[in-house]
């Protein structure tokens, strides 16, 4: 069963091209593995499948709900008119699909006056309208999952980098979410604590999560996803199985962005 969808995705910033024409599906139980170099598109795609961004032109479902469509040559949002990140965010046909995905940030993006169990707990509680009784529960149990049953009543400044990126997995799976979007997530940490992130989203691939992770670590890529996809100035070079993508890519474009990691 498909969950997500992109057509022809189309985005400009100051009259140059950042995606143009990018299409994609994403399948349940699925794991979509983005890479390429920096400046390729990578991050704004994500930004644009989780509504911080918005498409100039093309095709968007969640869950077989057309969410954009494409009129004149310009995308149309469902519930309006116009393309302004405020008007996304009042939507409130938006704001219902945004409760069918989490997006874990490369920087945590935790709020620094908060605890970590409210961090966890605060957008099922003040988004979704969820029980905060209930939220709490799997709130405690996604910090377990994550080894930081613990550290519930902490600060974020009181955590390491790692611990930190838990917590922003863990606030994500309180959502109860379809989809993970991962957008670099060990990027701002050492060698030691990225394969303790990795660790924890090659158990999350386990347990056939659907995600979308956009990362420069090539072989957690090659051995985790099920499909990558190799994006360059703003297009889709190759798709593909991750494993024969990874270990024996088709186009040059490729080839040569992959040997830059075997050197």
């Known amino acids: 069963m498909s969950l997500f969808e992109i057509k022809n995705c189309k985005k400009t910033f100051n009259g140059q091209k950042v995606l143009d024409d990018i299409s994609f599906k994403i399948n349940e139980g699925e794991v979509l593995a983005i890479i390429g170099s920096s400046g390729s598109g990578k991050t704004t795609l994500l930004r644009i499948c989780t509504f911080l961004e918005c498409m100039d032109d ?28 405020d008007s996304l965010n009042k939507n409130k046909e938006l704001v219902k699909i945004k409760s069918y995905f989490g997006l874990v940030f490369q920087s945590f993006n935790l709020f620094p006056h908060w605890t970590v169990l409210k961090n966890v707990m605060d957008a099922p509680i003040s988004v979704q309208k969820r029980n905060p009784n209930e939220v709490k529960e799997r709130a405690m149990y996604f910090l377990k999952k994550m080894g930081l049953e ?3 009543n902490n600060y974020p400044c009181e955590l390491s980098g790692g611990q930190q990126q838990r917590v922003a997995i863990a606030r994500a799976l309180c959502l109860e979410p379809k989809i993970i979007y991962f957008d670099e997530p060990t990027s701002a940490l050492d060698p030691e ?3 303790e992130i990795l660790k924890v989203i090659k158990e999350l691939a386990k347990e056939k999560r659907t995600m979308v992770i956009v990362t420069h670590e090539m072989n957690f890529a090659r051995d985790v996803a099920d499909r990558v996809i190799f994006m360059n100035d703003g297009v889709v070079v190759e798709e593909g199985n991750a494993y024969d993508l990874i270990t024996n890519p088709k186009k040059e474009r490729t080839k040569r962005f992959l040997q ?4």
Request: no cysteine; charged share 25%; net charge negative.
């Open 150 to 152: 613990d550290k519930a």
């Open 260 to 263: 830059k990691y075997n050197e």
């Open 193 to 195: 604590l990225t394969s």
């Open 58 to 85: 093309g095709e968007m479902w969640y869950l077989d709900n057309q969410v954009v469509s494409s009129s004149s040559g310009r995308a149309k949002y469902i519930g309006q008119d116009d393309l302004s990140l």
